[in-house]
């Protein structure tokens, strides 16, 4: 983990990250309204773009995000099978989806909330945060969110609240960070997250009340 931290302190300070060129969402991103500023790598760039032990750590990220993804599957749809999960989450639920290592930086110079209130895309997010600054929305009302030593954050995604169908059952966590100061937060914050999704060529599904599977969008 400190050399993940020391990457998201600093990569938004190396030309070599800030200027990399590689397909799909991935590399280096900024946007004007808001204080974070990001680096997103796939899976399959890991080994080639980032330093051995952050890799490892992405691999070690990605076997948890599935971990959590089969045993929440297995709470609220039991009814399903292996292979229906398997089909339903384009084989995100076999550990055959698309993931991301990706790394926030939070510039305290910038006159901005530190990122807009959303909710991830995917099924599975972990994250790690090692400063305050972060806030989610529980029971509908929004409660700060400080870190603890040791511990991982769980979110879960739209697709999958989409899969479940059911928001008694599970919802998609709303989230965002405010804005980052030095008087309040010390100086600049990081953060990094494994994001993990369906492919991109999978389309996705949601259960409906019959029990069957109906796609959503190809």
Not at 23 to 31: A, F, L, S, T, V
Not at 53 to 69: F, G, N, S, T
Not at 113 to 136: C, E, M, Q, S, V
Not at 191 to 204: D, E, K, R, Y
Request: net charge neutral; proline share 4%; aromatic share 12%.
């Amino acid at each position: 983990i400190p050399d993940a931290v020391h990457f998201g302190n600093t990569f938004s300070k190396d030309e070599n990250f800030t200027s990399l060129q590689l397909p799909g969402y991935n590399g280096y991103k900024k946007r004007d309204n808001v204080q974070a500023e990001g680096f997103y790598c796939e899976q399959s760039f890991w080994q080639s773009v980032y330093s051995p032990r952050i890799a490892q750590l992405a691999d070690h990220m990605k076997e948890e995000a599935d971990y959590v993804l089969r045993k929440i599957l297995r709470l609220v749809l039991p009814q399903l099978s292996s292979d229906t999960l398997h089909y339903a989450t384009g084989g995100l639920s076999a550990g055959n989806g698309l993931y991301h290592l990706s790394f926030k930086h939070y510039r305290v110079e910038k006159n901005a909330i530190g990122l807009t209130p959303h909710r991830d895309f995917g099924y599975i997010t972990i994250l790690y945060i090692n400063k305050k600054g972060l806030h989610a929305k529980i029971e509908d009302m929004w409660h700060p969110i400080s870190p603890r030593e040791g511990y991982f954050i769980v979110n879960f995604g739209r697709s999958l609240e989409l899969l479940v169908n059911d928001p008694a059952r599970l919802k998609a966590s709303w989230h965002y960070v405010e804005q980052i100061t030095q008087e309040k937060h010390g100086g600049d914050r990081m953060s990094f997250a494994l994001f993990s999704g369906c492919n991109l060529n999978a389309p996705l599904h949601r259960i409906e009340k019959d029990g069957n599977l109906e796609v959503v969008y190809a």
